[in-house]
């Protein structure tokens, strides 16, 4: 028998900073893919009126090997991203609020089960208003700090990491299948329908880099050299 409950009475007992909410009984999501499947770059807990503070993936897949695919990345802000293999019985723990993540295509079965643990202070007003009195930096290394440690990169991190994000969008489209015609046969998504998901992401992507030009131009900077140095 498993109890859901017990990740989230043992995690505030480690690390209390979290101020999980015990009262609350944790979300649970059982996911199976049988190939193809895969989603894009997110937040676990995107905003109001979302309580999750903590995210548990817990993998269920005995047979996985190398090359099976169904990874998730976790892409803390402004650093290293890492790739974790869904292997059986592996437990991946992480921020719901402030640690993008996607899960890369599948190329085999891959059973997994996630928890979501609420906390009593998760998306208070510090958490999701980005006002002027937030952006009163001094200096752009101030600005990457802040934002690497607030739930506050949710509204910047579609512009900052832009490119990743439609790439992931649109891998996401390639790899669905969708209706059946006549015969039974499924259809791929359409160029037009490719063309709509790239319009949208765009829109959304100007709406903050015309509000925050200087700073997103000099986070990307930052991404970029981070990823430069690790792959060098």
């Known amino acids: 028998q498993f109890d859901a409950s017990a990740i989230t009475t043992s995690t505030k007992t480690n690390t209390p900073s979290l101020s999980l909410d015990v009262s609350a009984r944790p979300a649970i999501k ?12 997110h ?16 993998y269920l897949n005995p047979q ?17 991203s890492t790739k974790v293999s869904p292997l059986y019985r592996r437990a991946v723990l992480f ?44 200096s752009y290394d101030q600005a ?13 991190s579609r512009a900052v990491y832009s490119e990743e994000y439609l790439e992931s969008l649109l891998e996401c489209i390639e790899g669905t299948q969708v209706g059946g015609g006549e015969d039974g046969a499924s259809e791929s998504v359409s160029s037009a329908e490719k063309e709509r998901v790239v319009q949208q992401h765009n829109a959304s992507v100007m709406i903050i880099v015309s ?3 200087p700073l997103i131009d000099e986070l990307r900077r930052r991404k970029d050299c981070v990823r430069h140095y690790i792959n060098n």
């Not at 990457?144 to 910047?156: E, G, N």
Request: hydrophobic share 40%; net charge positive.
């Open 30 to 41: 059982i996911q199976l893919n049988t190939g193809g499947g895969s989603f894009p770059w």
């Open 43 to 58: 937040y676990d807990n995107p905003g109001p009126p979302n309580l999750r503070a903590l995210t548990c993936v817990v």
């Open 64 to 80: 996985w090997k190398h090359g099976d695919g169904g990874e998730i990345v976790l892409w803390p802000f402004l650093s290293k």
């Open 95 to 138: 921020y719901s609020d402030r640690v993008l993540h996607r899960v890369l295509p599948s190329k085999a079965r891959r059973v997994c089960f996630t928890i979501w643990s609420n906390g009593t202070n998760v998306n208070c007003k510090r958490d999701v208003a980005l006002s002027k009195e937030v952006l009163q930096f001094t």
């Open 144 to 156: 990457a700090q802040f934002f690497a440690q607030s739930p506050l990169q949710r509204i910047i």
């Open 211 to 213: 509000k925050l030009r």
